[in-house]
């Protein structure tokens, strides 16, 4: 289940160009048992307040990503709400220091992604404050280390 959201000139600027609204198909487009799960998730994060608890975790979660800017290795740091970026410098051949910081840190229990020379996160909706500090840490200790 995907979706797409985009501002209103956006939207306004493929009408114009195509009159199709973002035209694609997949297998499973529209499937009742995808439709019936997103709907549900749509209903939990409402009435868990999901959405709004983003808001309350943004601004430590933005905090701890660009507490790591001055970390070995790191050239760039951004974040969106609860997602961020951490760019690394290569080392001797592309994506090896993104997979060196994702296999330490998977082996002192936190789970990271790696994408090339790239750390990307984007935690549960559910994460703690606790564990946001335990990740960054983490991280900020594997970066110091390498």
Not at 99 to 119: S, T
């Amino acid at each position: 289940m995907g979706a797409v959201f985009v501002r209103q000139a956006i939207y306004d600027r493929f009408m114009q160009a195509s009159g199709i609204e973002f035209f694609h198909g997949y297998t499973y487009s529209g499937h009742p048992v995808a439709c019936a799960a997103g709907l549900a998730t749509l209903d939990i994060y409402e009435s868990e307040g999901l959405l709004n608890r983003v808001q309350t975790l943004a601004a430590p979660w933005e905090a701890s990503a660009h507490s790591l800017k001055s970390a070995r290795h790191v050239t760039d740091v951004r974040n969106l709400g609860l997602l961020a970026g951490i760019e690394l410098e290569p080392a001797e051949k592309p994506g090896a220091r993104g997979f060196e910081v994702f296999l330490r840190c998977f082996e002192q229990g936190v789970l990271v992604r790696a994408a090339g020379d790239n750390i990307a996160l984007s935690p549960p909706l559910i994460i703690e404050p606790s564990q946001i500090d335990q990740l960054f840490s983490t991280l900020a200790d594997v970066l110091n280390q390498l």
